[in-house]
């Protein structure tokens, strides 16, 4: 069953018309923006007969943790006055908890056990698993789902036993990964493929110093392969969302021994991050690293995915060191980074997608995340520029040519814009 979501709602038909009047003097924005919003409802949810959410991630038929969370994210706000639009977002939770509890390091799944898959990878597959990249982050956004969920609108629907089971798997893999080397038995070979889309040393991946705190994954949000084992800006929502747990412990389950595990957990992570996720540049300071292995290699730059360096504050990470955050911006946000500069736009890029090529999720993150709303409102018009004459948002496109661009349909892209846009006419997600 899909949802008409131009039909369904008067509480988006409000959002609809105070964007509509917020940028009256250029309709384009408003066109995007309701092509953008209605999308993700119209084409890609679909409800299923035991009453859970299933998200395609749009020209890919499968659904990705990570991606059907930030789709979905924009409808917190209509949710809020509209029963369906909470019930969409309680399925989905539940969905996601459901392959959770089937494989907590896969990352994208199929609608039902029909053994469709990306690649015959060599790893623990099952017939649910559309795809087996181990990344934290796909564990940490079905959290964060059903925790703004529940502070936005009050649902607790989702908190059933699965969420709970979920959560305990969730920390037994989070601890585990902080020693992947002597604990973990998860590996990953694609065979005749870049060297960015399998693990090196045979499927187990970089190896990282274990026990300093850090938690390892396999694989960025880009599904690209780490060069180091830890991942920066992944951590850092790992922290985040283990506060959330704390909280849903406490308030939820009244469960005190996964809230003190949770908080055990997070602390170990933080002080790991503030310690060896930190290193001296010359030219920018203090900065986070995007990666590092323990060992006292890093990777400076960033990526166009969420989690990024550059979303730290969107997702409500907050270091010892304001002076930290603050350099690391600006690095990223210059050409030490893989930041192109064109005649259509600049910003950041991704090693997923051509050299060259500017992601829209970049974008609107540079916006969401910016301290202006004059620089919110130069970001939104930069992508309303580069649509490429589709009204839509896409995954990469040249800096020099929008026309050139990577993915027709991008439902992430879609949301990402929409959330910057309402954002900037006063909607705001509560984290």
Known sequence: MEINAKASSDAIQKILDRVKETFADEPKIYQMFMNCYTNTLDTTVKRLEDGTTYVFTGDIPAMWLRDSTAQLRPYLIPAKEDDKIAKILTGLVK??????????????????ANGNCWEKDETKMNDWLWERKYETDSLCYPIQLAYLLWKNTGETGQFDDTFCQGLSKILEVFETEQFHEEKSDYNFVRRNTYFTDTLSRNGKGA?????????????????????????????????V?????EEIAEKIYKDEELKHGARKLKEKIYEGIETIGITATERFGNVYAY????????????????????????????????????????????ETNPYYRGKKAEGIGSAHTPAGYIWHIALAMQGLTAKTKEEQRKIIKILTDTDGGKLLMHEGFCANDDTQYTREWFSWANAMFSELVMNYCGYEIMI
């Open 291 to 334: 990666e590092t292995d323990g060992y006292g290699q890093y990777l400076l730059m960033d990526d166009a995915n969420v989690p990024s360096l550059l979303s730290m504050s969107y997702l409500g990470y907050k270091g010892k060191e304001q002076r930290v955050e603050e350099n690391t911006r600006k690095m990223i946000l210059s």
């Open 207 to 239: 190896l990282v110093n274990s026990g300093v705190g850090l938690t390892w994954f396999g694989f960025r949000p880009s599904d690209d392969a780490c060069v180091y084992g830890y991942l920066i800006p992944s951590n850092m929502f790992a922290v």
């Open 95 to 112: 969905r996601q908890f459901m392959y959770i509890s089937i494989d907590p390091y896969a990352n994208a799944f199929n609608e039902t």
């Open 241 to 245: 969302v283990l506060g959330y747990v």
